[in-house]
C-alpha cells in the first residue's frame, strides 16, 4: 500500500528557512511525478510546486517563485521542498502529494511568527 510521510515542520521567523520532506513508500516512485500543496486556516488548498518523476521538470506557483524548491532523491524515494526567506502568509498546512492513485500525505503544520 502507498504511503507519503511528511515530516520537517515547525516555527520558524519570518525570513527564516524551512526543509520540508515526503518519504515515500508501496509504490515505484521514479515513475511519478511528486507535488506539494498547502492550505491556510479559512482558505481552500492551493498548489505550491511539483516535480516530474526523473526530476528533470519543476513548476512552481507565483507565490513562491524565487524563494522555494522542489526537489527528489530517487534513490531514497523521498521528495523535498526547501522554503526560504519565509514569510507569515506561508503559513499553512503542507501536504504531499503524487499521481500514483492521485494519494496525500497527512499533512504537516508550517508556522512562520516572530
Known amino acids: 500500500q502507498a504511503r507519503l510521510v511528511e515530516s520537517g515542520g515547525g516555527l520558524v521567523q519570518p525570513g527564516g528557512s524551512l526543509r520540508l520532506s515526503c518519504a515515500a513508500s508501496g509504490f515505484i516512485f521514479h515513475l511519478y511525478d511528486m507535488a506539494w500543496y498547502r492550505q491556510a486556516p479559512g482558505q481552500q488548498r492551493e498548489f505550491v510546486a511539483t516535480i516530474t518523476g526523473r526530476g528533470t521538470t519543476t513548476n512552481y506557483a507565483d507565490s513562491v517563485k524565487g524563494r522555494f524548491a522542489i526537489s527528489r532523491d530517487n534513490a531514497k524515494n523521498t521528495a523535498y521542498l526547501q522554503m526560504n526567506s519565509l514569510k507569515p502568509e506561508d503559513k499553512a498546512v503542507y501536504y504531499c502529494?503524487?499521481?500514483?492513485?492521485?494519494?496525500w500525505g497527512q499533512g504537516i503544520q508550517v508556522t512562520v511568527s516572530s
Open positions: 502529494h503524487t499521481t500514483y492513485n492521485s494519494q
